[in-house]
């Protein structure tokens, strides 16, 4: 067992030590979660909840955590793009030991790694709870396809705690991963052990409420959002969103997926597909749509920039710069015909001097991709949709965001 260490300096030599194993490298991302498993099948988890997660940070306290558990004989193959470990009485000694120099300062913002150790430790006095069952430690080493639901739980905390940018980790294959579970508030339950005591549970009115049934939980029951963002639906919000602070997400049509989000105050009533990411100061206007990936976009994620606004129930499936607005009820896709007239090409042009565009009149909505200023607008005798120099200014009210 490790001994407690007794000053700092003595910490980083451990630590420094530590990294001298052979194959060490650093996680990319470390974190210790308490897994729910299935109830009539315990080997399957169903659910993995971080109290803190370590995204390309806190490398001294990985190097404790794998020193700790090379000392009760775990091997831990480094080759691998992840690994995890159940926690044991004794990695949680080992632990104590090793962060002994910083265990006093463990409080409040200071050390919060330590933080999780302590109220670990107090689990395992408590006999309350089986921490080999319910608590693992997990490491991704190599942002490869995840393998384990503790892992793809790993990387939608880093996402929605916004310490990885958006559309950064390699999510491939989480579906496949992550079991279709039913949601009674934060508790996953297993569909196949509800159907073989549905009779019990209801003749002693004991049936939970379910709240969904999904792969992804709900974004609120993991993540404390900012003070100034507000969610009035908790449904309406994936877990591995990502809300800036002052982002207003509205009941109603609106929606943000994994993977998805926003980069700054942004009005959401409408829906924010997987990939797609909104710009600060835009609105997301009742029932709009910002097509995700499989959804019509050719597969290239869409951006909307600062400070647009999608009208009521549009429809937009390529990137928008700033300042631009598409109007209620407007479809633009990368193949939509937009028609511009000769005076108001110039004015795009002339607030986007690097584009380059051949002379015509009638456009295919990717030509106009990533441009700012940019109003689109439908002729309501022809249907013809057209494209104008924006000359509005698109405004939050600051109180609400």
Request: aromatic share 8%; charged share 20%; with cysteine.
């Amino acid at each position: 067992m490790i001994k407690d260490l007794k000053n700092k300096d003595e910490f980083k030599r451990f630590v420094e030590g530590t990294k001298t194993i052979a194959g060490y490298r650093d996680p990319i991302g470390f974190g210790i979660a308490r897994v729910d498993r299935g109830q009539k099948n315990s080997e399957k988890i169903l659910q993995a909840s971080y109290p803190l997660i370590n995204w390309g940070e806190n490398l001294g306290s990985a190097a404790i955590f794998i020193a700790s558990l090379t000392d009760i004989g775990v091997r831990i193959d480094f080759t691998k793009s992840e690994f995890s470990a159940s926690i044991t009485k004794d990695f949680l000694k080992n632990c104590k030991s090793a962060f002994a120099p910083y265990w006093e300062e463990a409080s409040g913002d200071d050390h919060k790694n330590i933080q999780v150790i302590k109220s670990l430790l107090e689990v395992a006095q408590s006999q309350m709870s089986d921490l080999t069952e319910n608590f693992k430690v997990v490491f991704i080493f190599e942002d490869d396809a995840p393998k384990s639901v503790e892992s793809v739980y790993l990387k939608l905390y880093a996402l929605s705690t916004n310490k990885a940018p958006l559309r950064s980790l390699n999510l491939n294959g989480a579906f496949g991963i992550l079991e279709n579970v039913a949601w009674s508030g934060s508790m996953p339950i297993e569909l196949e052990w509800l159907r073989e005591n549905e009779i019990t549970l209801k003749i002693d009115g004991m049936y939970p409420e379910i709240t969904s049934v999904d792969k992804f939980p709900r974004f609120l029951q993991h993540i404390i959002p900012a003070d100034n963002t507000r969610i009035l639906d908790s449904s309406k919000v994936r877990m591995g969103a990502q809300l800036a602070a002052g982002t207003t997400v509205m009941p109603g049509a609106s929606y943000i997926n994994f993977n998805a989000g926003t980069l700054g105050p942004v009005m959401v009533e409408g829906r924010i597909s997987s990939s797609a990411i909104v710009g600060s100061g835009s609105d997301v206007g009742g029932g709009a749509s910002i097509l995700g990936v499989l959804s019509g976009t050719d597969g290239n994620p869409i951006s909307i920039g600062e400070n647009t606004l999608l009208g009521a129930n549009s429809v937009t499936g390529l990137p928008l710069g700033d300042s631009c607005i598409v109007d209620a009820g407007v479809t633009i896709l990368e193949g939509t015909k937009v028609t511009i007239d000769t005076d108001e090409f110039n004015k795009i042009k002339e607030a986007n001097p690097n584009w380059s565009s051949a002379d015509t009149d009638v456009f295919k909505g990717g030509v106009l991709a990533n441009l700012n200023g940019i109003h689109f607008r439908q002729d309501s005798l022809s249907g013809t949709i057209k494209a104008f120099r924006s000359t509005r200014e698109v405004k939050l009210n600051k109180e609400l965001h």
